[in-house]
């Protein structure tokens, strides 16, 4: 009996060592289910892998690491990491949006990369992605998301309106939207030739930023003292959103959610919607859905903003997690490819920012529709990261809806959303 015992005692040790030896790592993301589990068909079979996936295999070749995901709501996500931060029980690794960055880093919460994670970022990843990623001159993580902004419309209301191509220009949008738009009996709009939406910040600022930057304006200045909303150019990028308003082509009850539904011809709209319309459209969506650049008022441009990965400043597994990192997102595997760079790309339905991932996944990314948003990376102004961003943001999107509504014409609008905003300005810069 005696024995038997040994060796079993042996085992318990061993068993017992080798969990207390393992680091635990905490990864805080807001993405949904089918994003964390995979994609599966109707038999449960996997068919696309899910970050799940990547960190099983993660730890099957680092048997001394343990890392448990954790899922936020994304109007969550910020204020769970400040808190979590705060009370001393932070997750050890996040993934944040470009907006929060300077709040963050400014509180002390994130953790500045190793040297060489600074220096693989600027050499590897696309400008806009590497500007997102930078705080105050400084590299705070690694992009893994990078998003901008294109024309998304309807191909057959287009064509039933005798119209043969999406317009290039914001003159010809305004026209086009006016044709496109079909109203009820009772006056109510019924399909909306273009369509905005009121109560969502990004799809109020990011459009208006972009025809802000087609017009040759600037939302900041480059120091961040002053905001240039009372320009030229900002007035009239805004005055050219209200001649959709004026000519009929839209109204502040029109909801980008509708385009599935075949009741609105055009919007602009992310990469990420594709898998919705997709799923939206089904086998009628290569016929329905058509993507184009954002028609300019005179030049190209597209505003953009990017998600990346970094660490907390309070994580007692720093280099642990930095390791992780390296490995999802520069580390490459057989095919040239990074992990993170296969999830965008395949799963998450977003573009990957690291070059090398943009070529190897040309069915994702070059197809009808992500292909457009690729080729507009070249014409990509990455929103400024900027000190209180977020209510800067808000304040923008404020104003501008009620410029929409016609309480406050484009310069009244932009006036006094200037005037707020730099009063923000001077408390930071």
């Known amino acids: 009996m005696k024995k038997l015992l040994v060796p079993i005692l042996i085992l318990l040790l061993i068993f017992t060592s080798l969990s207390f030896g393992k680091t635990k790592l905490i990864f805080t993301v807001h993405w949904s289910d089918y994003q964390l589990e995979g994609v599966k068909d109707e038999k449960g079979n996997l068919v696309t892998k899910g970050l799940k996936q990547y960190v099983e295999e993660y730890m099957k070749t680092h048997p001394d690491v343990e890392i448990e995901i954790r899922s936020v709501a994304f109007d969550e996500l910020l204020k769970k990491i400040i808190v979590d931060h705060t009370a001393g029980l932070p997750s050890d690794i996040y993934v944040l949006y470009s907006l929060w960055g300077v709040e963050l880093v400014n509180s002390g919460i994130l953790d500045q990369p190793p040297i060489d994670v600074q220096n693989a970022v600027r050499l590897l990843f ?100 002053e905001c240039l909303l009372d320009r ?107 992990r993170m760079g296969e999830l965008m790309a395949k799963n998450i339905g977003a573009i990957p920012p690291r070059r090398t991932d943009l070529d190897k996944f040309p069915d994702e990314l070059n197809d009808l529709y992500t292909g457009v948003f690729v080729k507009e990376l070249i014409h990509t102004i990455q929103e400024p990261n900027v000190a209180q961003g977020q209510e800067i943001k808000t304040i923008l999107m404020r104003e501008i809806v009620e410029a929409w509504n016609r309480r406050k014409t484009a310069e009244q609008a932009l006036k006094d959303a200037k005037k707020k905003i730099d009063e923000i300005l001077k408390e930071n810069y």
């Open 126 to 225: 696309v400008k806009p992605a590497v500007d997102g990623a930078t705080i105050n001159g400084k590299i705070w993580g690694v992009p893994i998301e990078v998003d901008n902004y294109a024309l998304v419309y309807n191909k057959k209301l287009l064509s039933a309106a005798g119209f043969k191509k999406p317009p290039k220009t914001w003159s010809e949008l305004v026209s086009m939207a006016a044709k496109l738009t079909k109203k009820n009996p009772d006056g109510s709009i019924a399909q909306y030739g273009f369509a905005f939406l009121a109560g969502w910040d990004s799809a109020v600022v990011h459009p208006y930023l972009s025809l802000l930057y087609s017009n040759g304006g600037e939302f900041l200045s480059k120091d961040f003292k």
């Open 232 to 338: 030229k150019e900002a007035v009239e990028a805004l005055e050219a959103e209200l001649e959709l308003f004026k000519t009929g082509g839209t109204d502040t009850a029109a909801s980008v959610w509708n385009f599935p539904a075949g009741k609105v011809a055009m919007m602009i709209m992310a990469p990420w919607y594709e898998t919705s319309l997709k799923i939206a459209f089904k086998d009628k969506y290569l016929e329905t859905v058509g993507v184009a650049p954002i028609p300019y008022l005179k030049k190209p441009a597209t505003c953009g903003y990017t998600w990346f990965i970094g660490v907390d400043s309070a994580s007692k597994n720093k280099k642990q997690a930095w390791d992780f990192i390296k490995w999802m997102t520069i580390q490459t595997m057989s095919n040239g490819a990074t």
